[in-house]
Structure formats: structure tokens, C-alpha cells
């Protein structure tokens, strides 16, 4: 039995001499040239091999190989397709007897990839040579079925990529990306246990941090379902993913995500896709449940920060076609439409004053870049809190939003704007070389001065307001929108008031010219109960021709145009000295004395002057208006009519004393002496 013993000692001994000293009596030039020889016969290409090459059989089966080089397609860019400095790799020997693979070692050192595509779609991975012959069905016996024996399981050890570089151009789409500075360790102990893959890599200059950990390894080989966490960080982009993943026509997956961006411009332009200039597209945060398969994912209890506006709801993202789009059902606390304008919605003038200051300054002649719409599609149901464009502020809104192919379409099915109600259409064409604009709204209880200062930087009225409107305009600046807008509508103010003017006290100077000579009234304020017409805008010139106010003692009609663009007016009122003192629910054609008045220059400082000749040309009304005053006995209504104070008894309507005769004013004497008699 010793001597059984000692033999087979002794012949472990040969065996384990001849595993260590046999690679040394092997001619590695010979086996390198018929590895090369292989290569070329195989792919078409050559394989260099400058340096030495190493080979050993125990401890485990190992072989290095030093200065290689991998010849690339004739009409690739780079002379070689891959090239490495080293290569080191070892299998532990025991396993393979029971039909297991061990990968002790797996490095390479300094490798540098170069992937390309051709203008007809040739990638230089596709090699020139015949395809191997399909092989012949294969019988249970010679697959091993029934007795042979596979790959029983796969064991990694150290496996990395030291100082690795990659690049991919193709030249049909123009995309050209390089990683540098791939330093990637992986682990995987069994198909039964984690992978783990952690390491770096330099990207058009950011490194990327990326950490990955999937729990059932041969779930995937299989096409099963395993959970996977997959961080990864960037300075223009951090993500991270903690749910299931499987490989199926793709890859499909569920779990929760997060996504922060700095600025979706500033990635856009990182990953090669520079955006046009502007403000918008900047912060974008997104956490929620994620799910996908193919080029459709979907993000559901999703909470979404971008641009400084927050969004709960639902979203789902398509890529693949020639831009992304995106839909979901969102409740949004803001929507701010100018951080998409060149100009960051910034209205021409400066808004000071009582015109705004902007009929000195004029529109902005800076462009407006809409071209930042074609970014991307989208479909969305909103709700939001409100609403900014350029100067309008909306409120409480349900919003309908359509995006493709650079046009909005914005229908505002709830509109709650200064104070009022109403609701819209509004939309924005970015797609055509000239952005363009179209606006319908139907508005009621607005409060009129801040909402048309905000919108046209006017501030000469007050009161509440209903506004029926539709424009329409193109331009490649704001002025030009404003020189180019056409539309029309109605407007009706309800007890409000005229600002820097008042009519009834200017027609009144005009009554004591003859004595007091002209005083302008164009400090003080028209009152009126109900103010309103219809209008036409044509090449920014909005045109009036039924203008009707209603106001004790007055009646106002008016017919004119306002020059938008130019933010000047050429109006002409006709306010009448009514005889009566009912304002609203009155007569529009009450008897009174017209008093024609000529509006004309700009909107922050406009002029105002009688047109007597017309006034007095007028005689019938003059007639009839003396009569309503012998009527009226001379008590109350002149005196309205003049501007004085009626005395307690004549506007209570009580009959009192009577005063002396020659103390009270002639009603005719009054008009005589105005009029010349």
C-alpha cells in the first residue's frame, strides 16, 4: 500500500512539474503567429501583437498579453479598432472538471475602443468575411441531452478595466461621443449572488460615478425578473433606480426613481444636442414610481420641479421618434410661459407713470425665439394656480395643452383673471421661421386697470369690465407683433372711471369760457356707470366707431383709433350736458348741449380740446336744452349744468322759501352770453 502510495505521489508530482515547466518549453512565436493567422481568416482584419505573451497552467490557467492591436475597417478614421497595453486573464483549473468556470482574473490595462458607422450605415464591427455555414440540428446525444454535460455556473473574480477609452461616431446622424478614463471593478461570486459593478468615467469632460447591484445574476441570462439599484452621478445629472428589472424584447422595468438635473440646456448641450439660446429649460427634478419597456416610459404619483414650477400627477415619455414627447394629467402651482421667450417676457416700456412710460420708450425690438417649443411634444391636462404671459398674470386656471412640432395650442377651459372670469384659446407658433401668436378670449368682471396695464401698459381706466376678444399676429420681435396684430372684439366697463379728464367739467369750462376763459380738466376724472363698444384691430390700429357712455348729466358717444404701436390716441368724444341726472338706465339721446372733444397724442400724456365751432354749429340741441332748463325753473339742473353746489331744498326736491326773484340765475341770459345770443 506504500508503495501505491509513493507512485502516485510521485506521479502528481510529474504532473504538477509538467503544468509549471511545459508552458516554458512552448514557442510562443509560433502559437502568436497562428493566433494571428486565425484572426485574419476569421474577420478580415489584423492582429498585432508587439509584446510578450505569457502563459501558465497552475495555480490556474493563466495568460497575458502585452501590446496588442486589432486592425480596423479600410475606411474607418483610426487605424486600429481596439488596442490595450495588457491584458491579463486566469481561470481557476479545479472547476472545470465539474463543468463549472471560475474567472479568477480579468484585466485590462489601457484599452482604447473605436467604434463607427459609415454615411450608408456600415458599422466597422461588421466584418468582410463569409459568415460561417448555418450548423446542421444538432441530435440529443451530440447536445448533450440526456447525459452531456453544459456550463454549470459562471464565477467572477476580479474583473476590471483600468484607464479604459471608448469612442463612437456615426456619420449618418452626425453623433460623435468618447468616454475616457474607464476605471470599472466588477464582482460576481455566482449566478446566485450579486453583481456588483462600481467605478468611473470621463464624459466630454464631467466624470460619471456609476454604481450598479443586481441580486439574481441568472435571472437575467435566463430572461427572468431580478431587482436591481442603479445609481449614477454626473455634475450635469444624477439618477437613481431602486426596482426590477427584465430583459424582454429590451429591457422592462418597475421601481422608484429619481432624476436631478441642474439645467436641461446645459445637458442637452453636454450630450450633444445644444439647444437654442434662451432662459427656459433649466432645473428639472423628478421622483415617482417608474415603469417601461421599449422607448415608452411612464412615471406615476409623480412629484416634478422644472423651471421653478412644481408639478404633482402622472407623466409618460416617449422617445425614439424625432423628439421626445410627453403626456400626463399634472397640478401645476405655476406656469410660466415668458421663461420660453427670448426675452424672458419682458414688455416693451417701462410701465411707470400713468401710460407706463412706455409710449416714450416703445415696444422691445429684441427677437423672440420660440424655435425653444420644437424641444419636444407633449399632451397635457392641467390645473394650475396661475399663469404668466410676458405681463399678464392669470389665475386659477384648468388648462388643455397640445405641443407638436413647435405649435401650443392652450385651451383654457377655466380662466380666472384679475378678479374676473372667462375663458380662451390661446396659440404660439415657434415652428415657422416668424413666431407667431393667436389669442380668443372671452372674459367678464375683470378689474380694467390692472389688466390693461399689464397688457398694453395703459392706466386711464377704471371699473369692471367684460371683454370679448380675438387677435392674431406674427413678428419677429415684440414690435413687430404689435405693428402686425389684427382682430377684433367688444368691451363694456361698468361703474368705473376715466382717468386724468373730466368730461362733465371740461364741457362745463367750456360753458364759462366766455367769462373765465379755457380751463383744462385734464387732472381730474370722468365717473360713468357704463362705458363700452365694439372694435377692430388692423395692423395694430384699433378702430371705434360706437363708443357710448353713461353718466348723470353727461352722455358720451365717441369714434376714433388708437394707434397700438405708436401707443398714441385720435379720438373724438361727444360728451352732452344731459337734462336729466339719471346716469345708468338713462337715455343715450337725452336732450343736452354737445360738447365735441378732440383726444390726440400719446397714452401717457394725451391732449385734450373742445371742438367749438362743431358745438355751436349745433343749435337745435342748444334750443332744446334751454327749454329743459325753463322746465326745470332754472333749480338744480343749471346749476349741475355750471358745476355749482344746488341748494339743500332744490336737490331734495322740497319747495322751501322762495328766493327773490333777481337773485336767481336766467337760464337764458346764461346761454345768450355764452352763445353771442
Do not use: C
Request: proline share 5%; hydrophobic share 40%; aromatic share 6%.
Amino acid at each position: 500500500m506504500s508503495r501505491l502510495i509513493a507512485i502516485l505521489a510521485g506521479l502528481v508530482l510529474i504532473v504538477i512539474a509538467a503544468i509549471i515547466i511545459v508552458p516554458m518549453l512552448i514557442p510562443m512565436e509560433t502559437y502568436k503567429n497562428q493566433v494571428v493567422n486565425v484572426v485574419k481568416e476569421q474577420t478580415g482584419r489584423d492582429l498585432r501583437i508587439d509584446g510578450d505573451i505569457g502563459l501558465s497552467f497552475f495555480p490556474s490557467i493563466a495568460v497575458s498579453i502585452e501590446d496588442v492591436g486589432f486592425s480596423n475597417a479600410p475606411w474607418a478614421k483610426e487605424k486600429e479598432m481596439a488596442a490595450m497595453q495588457e491584458m491579463r486573464a486566469s481561470l481557476k483549473l479545479m472547476p472545470l472538471f465539474s463543468g463549472n468556470v471560475e474567472i479568477d482574473s480579468f484585466v485590462l490595462v489601457d484599452p482604447v475602443i473605436h467604434l463607427e458607422v459609415r454615411r450608408d450605415g456600415t458599422p466597422n464591427w461588421q466584418f468582410e468575411t463569409a459568415q460561417a455555414a448555418p450548423a446542421e440540428p444538432s441530435t440529443e446525444a451530440e447536445s448533450g441531452a440526456g447525459g452531456g454535460s453544459g456550463l454549470g455556473d459562471l464565477s467572477l473574480g476580479e474583473v476590471s478595466i483600468q484607464n479604459g477609452t471608448a469612442t463612437y461616431t456615426n456619420a449618418q446622424t452626425g453623433a460623435n461621443y468618447a468616454a475616457e478614463k474607464v476605471n470599472i471593478d466588477l464582482a460576481l461570486p455566482g449566478l446566485d449572488d450579486p453583481f456588483l459593478a462600481e467605478g468611473a468615467l470621463v464624459w466630454n469632460g464631467d466624470e460619471i460615478g456609476i454604481d450598479l447591484k443586481a441580486d439574481r445574476p441568472r435571472a437575467l441570462t435566463e430572461g427572468g425578473e431580478t431587482p436591481v439599484a442603479l445609481s449614477i452621478n454626473a455634475p450635469k445629472i444624477s439618477t437613481s433606480y431602486s426596482g426590477t428589472l427584465k430583459p424582454l424584447d429590451g429591457l422592462a422595468f418597475s421601481g422608484n426613481v429619481s432624476l436631478d438635473v441642474p439645467s436641461v440646456r446645459e445637458l442637452a448641450a453636454w450630450a450633444g444636442s445644444p439647444m437654442p439660446a434662451g432662459d427656459g429649460f433649466g432645473a428639472l427634478a423628478i421622483e415617482g414610481k417608474a415603469s417601461g419597456s421599449g422607448n415608452t416610459y411612464r412615471f406615476t404619483d409623480a412629484k416634478i420641479g422644472f423651471d421653478g414650477m412644481n408639478a404633482t400627477g402622472a407623466l409618460t415619455v416617449t422617445t425614439g421618434g424625432a423628439r421626445p414627447k410627453l403626456a400626463g394629467n399634472l397640478a401645476v402651482d405655476r406656469i410660466d410661459v415668458n421663461t420660453y421667450l427670448a426675452e424672458g417676457g419682458d414688455g416693451g416700456g417701462s410701465g411707470d407713470g400713468a401710460g407706463g412710460g412706455g409710449a416714450d420708450s416703445g415696444w422691445s425690438t429684441e427677437p423672440i425665439d420660440m424655435s425653444g417649443l420644437k424641444a419636444v411634444d407633449a399632451d397635457f391636462s392641467f390645473s394650475t394656480q396661475e399663469i404668466l404671459f410676458q405681463k399678464l398674470k392669470i389665475g386659477e386656471s384648468g388648462l388643455k395643452l397640445n405641443l407638436a412640432n413647435g405649435v401650443l395650442n392652450a385651451n383654457l377651459s377655466k380662466l380666472n383673471l384679475y378678479e374676473g372670469a372667462g375663458s380662451g384659446t390661446l396659440t404660439l407658433n415657434g415652428a415657422s421661421a416668424t413666431p407667431q401668436m393667436k389669442a380668443d378670449f372671452k372674459l367678464a368682471g375683470l378689474n380694467a386697470e390692472p389688466f390693461l396695464t399689464d397688457a398694453a401698459d395703459f392706466t386711464r381706466l377704471q371699473g369692471k369690465t367684460a371683454i370679448d376678444l380675438s387677435v392674431a399676429t406674427a413678428g419677429r420681435s415684440q414690435r413687430d407683433m404689435v405693428a402686425a396684430l389684427d382682430g377684433n372684439g367688444s368691451v363694456k366697463f361698468a361703474n368705473g372711471k376715466i382717468k386724468g379728464i373730466n368730461l362733465a367739467q371740461l364741457a362745463r369750462t367750456v360753458l364759462t369760457a366766455a367769462t373765465t376763459g379755457w380751463q383744462s380738466g385734464g387732472t381730474q376724472d370722468t365717473d360713468f356707470s357704463e362705458l363700452g363698444g365694439t372694435f377692430t384691430i388692423t395692423d395694430g390700429v384699433l378702430s371705434n366707431d360706437d363708443l357710448v357712455l353713461l353718466s348723470p348729466l353727461i352722455r358720451v358717444a365717441g369714434s376714433g383709433t388708437a394707434n397700438i404701436l405708436q401707443k398714441t390716441l385720435n379720438y373724438r368724444v361727444e360728451p352732452k350736458l344731459a337734462a336729466t341726472l339719471k346716469g345708468q338706465g338713462g337715455e343715450q339721446d337725452a336732450t343736452g348741449i354737445e360738447v365735441p372733444i378732440l383726444i390726440t397724442g400719446s397714452w401717457s400724456n394725451p391732449r385734450f380740446a373742445p371742438d367749438l365751432k362743431s358745438m355751436i354749429q349745433n343749435r337745435e340741441n342748444i334750443e332744446n336744452t334751454i327749454k329743459s332748463i325753463k322746465e326745470d325753473k332754472g333749480k338744480g339742473l343749471l346749476k349741475s349744468l355750471m358745476g355749482e353746489p344746488a341748494a339743500e331744498s332744490e336737490s331734495s326736491g322740497e319747495t322751501g322759501e322762495e328766493q327773490p326773484a333777481g337773485t336767481q340765475p336766467s337760464p337764458e341770459d346764461a346761454l345768450k352770453k355764452l352763445f353771442g345770443q
